[in-house]
């Protein structure tokens, strides 16, 4: 089975990085941007068919490596 954990910025904390992508685009002419969040994304697949394991499984290493919950939120998603 595949999955995707998503691993963002929470509100509040600063983001240099989407700063710097804001600038950059709207200095390629991209028209609208009103701010820009970055953040990380990991595909992983899974062996195995319980997807409730797979995702206790998945959120726990997103508490213990993937994310740095004191700054960052994540959502694990079973695609």
């Not at 989407?18 to 990991?42: M, N, P, T």
């Amino acid at each position: 089975m595949k999955a995707r954990v998503t691993v963002t910025l929470k509100n509040g904390i600063l983001d240099p990085q989407g700063k710097a992508i804001e600038g950059a685009l709207k200095s390629l002419g991209v028209d609208g941007v009103a701010s820009v969040r970055q953040g990380k994304v990991f595909d992983i697949e899974l062996a195995g068919a319980d997807k409730a394991k797979a995702e206790a499984a998945l959120k726990d290493a997103a508490d213990r490596l993937l994310a740095n919950t004191v700054i960052e939120n994540y959502r694990v998603e079973i695609v």
